[in-house]
T-cell receptor, first 116, second 111 residues
């Protein structure tokens, strides 16, 4: 069964450094998402991406964050200058876009980001 | 956003049915009811969704109240693998595909 994959599984970085989290969505999917989950807290929406542009973003997704689909398979989340509070599990998801608000989102296993 | 209310936790014995409730009294006529779950140390996973009629799939059943102000996710025979946090989520509205997760219900399955 097709699945969303994410690399790396764990990323440790120093405060102020840039990090790029990578995701490979399911191949025929058209919508891509990033969510994050701080330890012990709710899963929070960050951004959705469709047709090579951001379609929605949350208040969390400020100028420090950016997303990109650099080629036909990868979808990346970049944090320009990491802060301690960016430490969280980051989940990528994708959906095929054929059923609108009924779309099923398929989540990857997550990347644990630790900012020291 | 339309809000949902779920119990913080529930317990079930293995191989017994589990009924997970969700209240959504401010649901709008076009909101779909989605259920996802998150197993320990994993990403969320789709379970089932519906609008008005009850729905069945290989994982679970979804019973939706006639007034749509509440719904119940039914796991017919709980297994240890079903121990997870279950989230009841309403679709955000026209043009918005984001999923708004609450705290969910943590289901423990007792062997």
């Amino acid at each position: 069964e097709p699945e969303v994959t994410q690399t790396p599984s764990h990323q440790v970085t120093q405060m102020g450094q840039e990090v790029i989290l990578r995701c490979v969505p399911i191949s025929n999917h058209l919508y891509f998402y990033w969510y994050r989950q701080i330890l012990g807290q709710k899963v929070e929406f960050l951004v959705s991406f469709y047709n090579n542009e951001i379609s929605e973003k949350s208040e969390i997704f400020d100028d420090q964050f950016s997303v990109e689909r650099p080629d036909g398979s990868n979808f990346t989340l970049k944090i320009r200058s990491t802060k301690l509070e960016d430490s969280a599990m980051y989940f990528c998801a994708s959906s095929d876009g054929t059923r609108g608000i009924q779309d099923t989102q398929y989540f990857g296993p997550g990347t644990r980001l630790t900012v020291l | 956003d339309a809000k949902t209310t779920q119990p913080n936790s529930m317990e079930s014995n293995e191989e017994e049915p589990v009924h997970l409730p969700c209240n959504h009294s401010t649901i709008s006529g076009t909101d779909y009811i989605h259920w996802y779950r998150q197993l320990p140390s994993q990403g969320p996973e789709y379970v089932i969704h519906g609008l008005t009629s009850n729905v069945n799939n290989r994982m679970a059943s979804l019973a939706i109240a006639e007034d749509r102000k509440s719904s119940t996710l039914i796991l017919h025979r709980a297994t240890l693998r079903d121990a997870a946090v279950y989230y009841c989520i309403l679709s955000s509205g026209a043009g918005s595909y984001q999923l708004t997760f609450g705290k969910g219900t943590k289901l423990s399955v007792i062997p």
